[in-house]
T-cell receptor, first 111, second 115 residues
Framework: QKEVEQNSGPLSVPEGAIASLNCTYS??????FFWYRQYSGKSPELIMS????GDKEDGRFTAQLNKASQYVSLLIRDSQPSDSATYLC???????????FGSGTRLSIRP | EPEVTQTPSHQVTQMGQEVILRCVPI?????FYWYRQILGQKVEFLVS????????KSEIFDDQFSVERPDGSNFTLKIRSTKLEDSAMYFC?????????????FGQGTRLTVV
């Protein structure tokens, strides 16, 4: 059974600080990795994709990938109250036919 | 900006009735998916569809479920005889253009309530 694991949280971070979200996956053949943000009652919204080992930055977001450790992370700099949401780690499995989601980490930015 | 659209946004149905959830994927995408999310739980894969056939389906996607691409734009999920436990948000997603982009984009979802 291919799995994507995340801490459920809640993770509470003060406004302006860095939020760090982590994820591990079991399918060693996976090649595509994604972070989605989901507000309560809404659909997942893609915020980052990463395919190669290392860091990828997009504005306040940085995704990090380490395939040897089967580990993906997301850093959010200068956290804002609007960043309060559930963050879903997602992995396209080695068959490439589906994207598997973790259970999500609930992030709360306190003013 | 292109987006995935789903209709209806909310569907209430009686147990045992058939429902059809509709989706219009992003026009140049080649792969289509259905996911569901029971309240408070994770986003679960149901089925993927490529080149007019199912690529993969989960154990949730049993004989009461079917998918169809009846024309060049719509992608539907049919639940033949709904059960109470089918109550969930159902999300359609699409991905994969000819440039090899694999990012999946989700529609706004259909909230299905079985009573």
């Amino acid at each position: 059974q291919k799995e994507v694991e995340q801490n459920s949280g809640p993770l509470s971070v003060p406004e302006g600080a860095i939020a760090s979200l982590n994820c591990t996956y079991s399918d060693r053949g996976s090649q595509s990795f994604f972070w989605y943000r989901q507000y309560s009652g809404k659909s997942p919204e893609l915020i980052m994709s990463i395919y190669s080992n290392g860091d990828k930055e997009d504005g306040r977001f940085t995704a990090q990938l380490n395939k040897a450790s089967q580990y993906v992370s997301l850093l959010i700099r200068d956290s804002q109250p609007s960043d309060s949401a559930t963050y879903l780690c997602a992995v396209r499995d080695s068959s490439a036919s589906k994207i598997i989601f973790g259970s999500g980490t609930r992030l709360s930015i306190r003013p | 900006e292109p987006e995935v659209t789903q209709t209806p946004s909310h569907q209430v149905t009686q147990m045992g009735q058939e429902v059809i959830l509709r989706c219009v994927p992003i026009s140049n995408h080649l792969y289509f998916y259905w996911y569901r999310q029971i309240l408070g739980q994770k986003v679960e894969f149901l089925v993927s569809f490529y080149n007019n056939e199912i690529s993969e389906k989960s154990e949730i996607f049993d004989d009461q479920f079917s998918v169809e691409r009846p024309d060049g734009s719509n992608f539907t999920l049919k639940i033949r005889s709904t059960k109470l436990e089918d109550s969930a948000m159902y999300f359609c997603a699409s991905s994969g253009d000819l440039s090899g982009n694999t990012e999946a984009f989700f529609g706004q979802g259909t909230r299905l309530t079985v009573v």
